[in-house]
């Protein structure tokens, strides 16, 4: 990593402002940049959002990662061009001439190095800001058929086969997560499928156990969640060792959800996310699950509904800030707007304050595509409730971390079964 | 019509019947009002709106390569801007069958409308596959 401290003046963006800046509009890479030997290459392994830089802000609460568009039509008019100015990087604003220190994460050595069975382990999961991200499967169903049902802003199903291997083995991922954990000390793993007729909690559990128990790392699960009745999925992919479940429901505007997200509309629908969302919460400490949500799309009140909703229930609100992604149905869409995003943010940050969600207290977890609620805590004043807020999640961490933590982190059997969990999914009515 | 191209040759794994149809598509290009240039990265030919006095070279591709089932595969994509960036932006793909050479024809008018709106969804071929069924080659 290459960089330096942010330099503050009056005038200047502080590092959760200019993050979320830079995701509305944009960085421009000027040509001093030398990214070939300073960055990790650019990969959309990730719904197809993460189409950006990687980036590191620092700052004096906490560093800031945030992968920045870069690829989009919209970055052109962006004001915003990464620069390389005497060995360090520098994020210049050219209405105003102010210069950001900005870090540039260098790319691992594990991302060209292949696994036993010769697959490049950049192709089985790439870090997203800190953790490593996997789609155990990224040939999402709602991409199929004579009119595809895929959510409009993603891009997912057009990456299978041209930039990521579609279906990962259990022992590359054993051996990427391996790499990953010792040579980029990576502590979570979060796997993904796109939707799968309703068995992709199935097809993640063997990778969970395997990850518990040959590595040790924190692990989360994302899915399109099944219905009511095979709610008993959560309790056996839990008794595997998963960590966190988060629910992509993207719009809490139901005409919203409808129109962009089809797929989802058609075959669980909205409710099926907020019944498992509120299912798994309920039997996980607070703060374990979270619900995903995009904002800079559907109007800003229904985002700020959806945030009360979210850490109403205990979960953490994980916010992107609409990216109309290249090759997207939604790339003519706008970017949105940055004082909106703020608004946003900051809201966040002060609904997790006021229902006591915890912040930051899992080791090393950074994540880039979103603002995560503690970044946001730049833009709140630093008076007594924030100082306070700030202690107790000072003590938590410590206890987290003696309490769970170390103990995910080593190998260590699990006590659920996998076959038990097989058997029963056969059984199960669809 | 094609006005520059990168180097002469065409793709490697080529059958007789596929060979054929190239040949039969590429005349289709030449026979375009559109001006396009023809690349030969080693992933198979690519098709890209030509740089003009008043215009760069487009940036939307069109991939063509062999794939099974006697397949070849006109992939639509957008390099990355980066020069370190592998990524390649899919707009899909269309599926041209060197046995049924009048359909592929037919098929491969609509790629060129596509790529000569620069990706517009207004000009997306009817039968476009926005998930494929097939591993686009890399450049060597």
């Known amino acids: ?430 | 019509m094609i006005v520059a191209r990168e180097k002469e040759g065409r793709p490697e794994g080529l059958d007789e019947a596929r060979a054929e149809l190239l040949e039969r598509l590429l005349v289709q290009v030449e026979a375009e009002d559109e001006s396009f240039e023809l690349l030969l990265p080693g992933s198979g030919l690519e098709i890209r709106k030509a740089a003009l006095e008043d215009r760069p070279a487009g940036r939307p591709r069109i991939l063509l390569f062999p794939a099974d089932r006697g397949r070849l595969v006109a992939f639509f994509y957008k390099p990355s801007r980066l020069s370190f960036s592998r990524d390649r932006f899919s707009y899909g793909a269309l599926y041209l069958y060197a046995a049924k050479p009048d359909e592929a024809a037919r098929e491969f008018g609509t790629a060129l409308a596509y790529l000569a709106a620069d990706f517009k969804p207004a000009a997306k071929p009817p039968r476009l596959k926005r998930s494929l069924d097939v591993t686009v080659p890399e450049a060597p």
């Not at chain 1, 502590?187 to 590595?215: D, S, W």
């Not at chain 1, 989360?220 to 629910?247: I, N």
């Not at chain 1, 107790?392 to 933590?405: C, D, T």
């Open chain 1, 1 to 430: 990593m290459t960089g330096a401290t942010v330099l503050q003046s009056p005038t200047m963006l502080n590092p959760g402002e200019l993050q979320i800046d830079l995701f509305c509009k944009g960085l421009k890479i000027g040509a001093s940049c030398d990214l070939v030997a300073d960055a990790r290459q650019v990969s959309r392994t990730r719904a197809g959002l993460g189409s950006g830089l990687e980036l590191v802000i620092p700052g004096d609460l906490k560093d800031v990662w945030l992968n920045a568009p870069v690829e989009e039509d919209f970055v052109e008019h962006s004001p915003f061009v990464l620069e390389k100015e005497g060995g360090a990087y520098v994020v210049l604003d050219e209405r105003d001439g102010l210069r950001y220190r900005v870090m540039i994460p260098s790319e691992p050595a594990w991302y060209r190095a292949h696994t036993s069975t010769g697959a490049e382990m950049a192709k089985v999961g790439v870090l997203q800001g800190t953790y490593l991200g996997i789609y155990v499967s990224n040939s999402c169903m709602y991409w199929y058929g004579g009119d595809p049902k895929n959510c409009r802003f993603c891009t997912t199903g057009a990456n299978v086969g041209v930039n990521e291997i579609a279906t990962k083995a259990i022992a590359d991922v054993v051996e990427v997560a391996r790499r990953a954990k010792e040579e980029s000390g990576v502590t979570f793993v979060h796997f993904n499928t796109g939707y799968q007729n309703g068995r992709g909690l199935e097809q993640i559990a063997p990778y969970v156990k395997a990850i518990k128990e040959e590595v040790g790392l924190l692990t989360g699960v994302q899915c399109v969640p099944v219905t009511k009745e095979r709610h008993w999925q959560y309790d056996l992919l839990m008794d595997l060792g998963a960590d966190h479940f988060s629910f992509c429901y993207e719009f809490h505007n139901p005409e919203y959800f409808a129109r962009y997200l089809p797929g989802k509309e058609e075959t669980v629908g909205q409710q099926a996310f907020f019944d498992s969302l509120e299912y798994c919460q309920g039997k996980l400490p607070k703060g374990a699950c979270s619900g995903e949500i995009i904002a800079g799309v559907e109007p800003i009140e229904d985002t700020l509904r959806a945030i009360d909703y979210i850490t109403g229930v205990g979960a953490f609100p994980t916010v992107c800030i609409f990216r109309p992604v290249i090759g997207s149905d939604m790339e003519d869409h706008p970017s949105p707007d940055y004082e909106e995003m703020r608004r946003v943010m900051e809201y966040m940050y002060r609904a997790c304050r006021r229902a006591g969600i915890p912040m930051g207290l899992a080791p090393n977890i950074e994540v880039s595509l979103i603002v995560n609620p503690d970044d946001a805590k730049y833009l709140v004043e630093r008076d007594l409730p924030f100082r306070l807020f700030e202690m107790k999640l000072k003590v938590l961490k410590k206890l987290a971390m003696a309490m769970k933590f170390r103990k995910e982190l080593r190998p260590h059997p699990v006590r659920g079964s996998l076959e038990g969990f097989q058997r029963k999914a056969a059984g199960a009515p669809a």
